[in-house]
């Protein structure tokens, strides 16, 4: 079995741009998600992680989980999606996490530092990014990293935690390069690959995939988004992860079924899911 350790299933089946409040999804968008999870498990893809972005799509990812028994939720704020009301967000964060097992949520994210769209506000990232990483380590959650064009900042903001009890996450969607790679490996951080590992610019990343080791690595489809180039062009969805499955087994010339059985072992014991 395979698992997709970071799905946006809420967004594959309603439009949140619109930033409407959410209270449940309807019969049609449910049975929307029903044939998504069919489709996956044909292609061995037993389980999902749908991570939110924000408070209300927090919240509807763990509603999915409530549905769906082989989903799981992760709550947090984008660095992208921060206002002035954060703190207000983390609040009811707390409320969600009191009841962390009913709400079936296994980690913390997405949470980071996002520096590739212009007017950022890093010192408000990282004030962020520690808040969420302090309810991961109350609750004892993974968090969710999502780092773009910010190795430095992401790794000096994870690095103040090295060492202590329960901290421990994945790089989502990993872009960086060898040293980096080794420097989060360091940390005790594994690494999610998905689509864009398939890229034909990608070759840093296929070299990184190469080089660590296969324990190291969990994989995700970050569905709608980043779709494999094979499919390139349609909406990503959880079924591809056999896709990337196959895709690193082949680069780094590895059995598939060892590929698949290493990184679900990984992610279950990253996320703490039976
Ligand atoms: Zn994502």
């Given at each position: 079995m395979l698992i997709d350790t970071?799905?946006?299933?809420?967004?594959?089946?309603?439009?949140?741009?619109?930033?409407?409040?959410?209270?449940?999804?309807?019969?049609?968008?449910?049975?929307?998600?029903?044939?998504?999870?069919?489709?996956?498990?044909?292609?061995?893809?037993?389980?999902?992680?749908n991570v939110g972005t924000d408070y209300t799509e927090s919240y509807a990812c763990i509603e999915i989980a409530k549905i769906f028994s082989n989903c799981f939720a992760a709550i947090g704020l984008h660095p992208n999606d921060i206002?002035?009301?954060?703190?207000?967000?983390?609040?009811?964060?707390?409320?969600?996490?009191?009841?962390?097992?009913?709400?079936?949520?296994?980690?913390?994210?997405?949470?980071?530092?996002?520096?590739?769209?212009?007017?950022y506000d890093l010192k408000q990232q990282q004030e962020v990014f520690h808040a969420q990483i302090q309810l991961a380590l109350e609750h004892n959650l993974?968090?969710?990293?999502?780092?773009?064009?910010a190795d430095e900042e992401t790794y000096n903001v994870i690095s103040q935690y090295y060492g202590e009890k329960n901290f421990r996450g994945t790089i989502h969607c990993?872009?960086?390069?060898?040293?980096y790679a080794q420097k989060y490996i360091d940390l005790g951080f594994v690494l999610g690959f998905g689509g864009t590992i398939t890229y034909p610019?990608?070759?840093?990343?296929?070299?990184?995939?190469?080089?660590i080791p296969l324990e190291k690595i969990i994989l995700e489809t970050d569905a709608?988004?980043?779709?494999?180039?094979?499919v390139r062009g349609s909406k990503n969805n959880p079924t591809n992860i056999k896709i990337i499955a196959e895709y690193?087994?082949?680069?780094?010339?590895?059995?598939?079924?060892?590929?698949?059985?290493?990184?679900?072992?990984?992610?279950?014991?990253?996320?703490?899911?039976?």
């Open positions: 970071h799905c946006h299933m809420n967004i594959l089946v309603r439009n949140f741009d619109n930033k409407e409040p959410f209270k449940e999804f309807n019969t049609q968008e449910i049975e929307l998600m029903e044939k998504i999870i069919f489709d996956a498990e044909k292609q061995l893809v037993t389980q999902i992680i206002t002035d009301t954060w703190q207000n967000d983390i609040l009811n964060f707390r409320q969600l996490l009191l009841k962390t097992q009913e709400n079936k949520i296994v980690g913390i994210g997405e949470c980071g530092i996002d520096k590739h769209y212009p007017n993974a968090i969710i990293v999502h780092s773009r064009d990993f872009s960086s390069n060898e040293k610019k990608n070759e840093i990343l296929r070299s990184v995939a190469k080089m709608p988004f980043l779709s494999p180039q094979i690193i087994a082949k680069l780094r010339q590895e059995d598939f079924k060892n590929v698949m059985q290493t990184t679900t072992k990984t992610t279950k014991n990253l996320f703490g899911i039976l």
